[in-house]
């Protein structure tokens, strides 16, 4: 369960931007996205600001409902929610091969769940890349709690033009954050940059996977309202990201999606039929009581106007989660582990 309380969640609603603008940002957001009219051309054109707006209205809620660490994870019978966050992180960290003392980055860090567990797992030094200004004041506070803040930190920039020399890092890796990248080519050339040769780059991207109809009209609705429930430009296909990783120079390891195979749905968390007392929040009644706690602050003006749309797009968001997982059409758990050659001609 998550530390955050409802007045965490009130006073976090819209980031760092003026609590009165938080309803014209609804209304800007929700206009890049299919069933308000926008399209993909003009996401990917305005990414920054569509992805900026959407971690500013949303972070108060992941942290209220899901906690430190912003992502899913492959999940055993037995095993908890929490407990199979920390082991899908642990996960990366071995096959990053990461050792105290290793430089490593991680893409699109969220308020820093992942990073503060890394380290902690790994003794290696973690810097945390991210382009909210709001996500990374969160993440030097919790980083300062949990007693990581000599060995790790934060920058923010884009993770299509990172500040970072050619060749920094020991290893790399991105949790559910690349998917935000415009161009994938893009964004793993960035990081193929910054990696020194002979190192690590390992991830779990967002994607649709061979399932998808792109001419089925349910799997496009679905699509569409994963994108707007979690600001996308677009969501590619598993075997586009690979073909963009050989692009950008990288030798691809191996590759597979954890969400063919998990015991226990990925999408368990969210699915409306399923109740956890542990997880209680992202359950529907959990889902149904923040709704009207949020109805109830933004009506005494706790919370800034627009935030009950907020949680509107995130619930149809968990919806086409759900049916995206459930339809196998949609995984956010497709990992791969790629190797910069130690020479270009390797
Ligand atoms: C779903 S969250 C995942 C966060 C984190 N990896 C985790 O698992 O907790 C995606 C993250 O990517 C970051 N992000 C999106 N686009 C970015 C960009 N262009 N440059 C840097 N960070 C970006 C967001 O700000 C957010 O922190």
Not at 51 to 59: I, P
Not at 229 to 240: A, F, H, K, N, V
Request: aromatic share 12%; hydrophobic share 35%.
């Amino acid at each position: 369960m998550s530390k955050a309380g409802a007045m965490d969640l009130a006073t976090g609603l819209g980031g760092k931007m003026d609590k009165s603008d938080v309803l014209s940002a609804v209304d800007k957001y929700e206009k890049y996205h299919v069933c308000y009219g926008g399209d993909e051309e003009e996401r990917r054109a305005n990414y920054s600001d569509m992805v900026n707006k959407y971690y500013d209205l949303a972070t108060s809620f992941y942290e209220f409902g899901w906690g430190e660490s912003f992502h899913f994870a492959h999940r055993w019978k037995g095993e908890s929610l929490r407990e199979s966050i920390k082991r899908h992180e642990h996960f990366l960290a071995l096959q990053l091969g990461l050792k105290p003392g290793h430089k490593v980055l991680d893409v699109g860090c969220g308020i820093g769940g992942p990073l503060r567990e890394i380290a902690r797992f790994s003794s290696a030094s973690v810097t945390g890349l991210n382009n909210n200004e709001y996500q990374i004041t969160r993440g030097k506070e919790l980083n300062r709690i949990a007693g990581v803040d000599k060995t790790c930190g934060f920058v923010k920039a884009d993770f299509m033009k990172m500040p970072f020399s050619d060749n920094t890092f020991d290893a790399v890796y991105a949790i559910e954050a690349t998917c935000h990248a415009p161009d994938a080519y893009g964004c793993y050339k960035e990081i193929y940059r910054v990696l020194k040769p002979g190192q690590y780059f390992a991830a779990y991207e967002w994607c649709m996977t061979d399932s998808f109809d792109p001419n089925n009209e349910t799997h496009q609705k679905i699509k569409a309202e994963i994108e707007i429930g979690d600001g996308l430009p677009d969501i590619r296909l598993t075997g586009q990201c690979i073909e963009a990783l050989k692009q950008a120079g990288f030798e691809v390891i191996w590759e597979k999606d954890f969400a063919a195979e998990a015991p226990v749905p990925w999408y368990l968390p969210l699915d409306k039929t399923h109740f956890s007392l542990s997880s209680f929040r992202l359950t529907a009644i959990g889902r149904l009581i923040t709704k009207n706690m949020v109805k109830a602050l933004e009506y005494v003006g706790l919370a800034p106007k627009g935030s009950l749309r907020v949680q509107d797009f995130l619930e149809k968001a968990a919806e086409g989660l759900v049916e995206g997982g459930r339809k196998d059409i949609f995984t956010p758990m497709y990992f791969f582990l790629a190797r910069k050659p130690l020479s270009e001609n390797q």
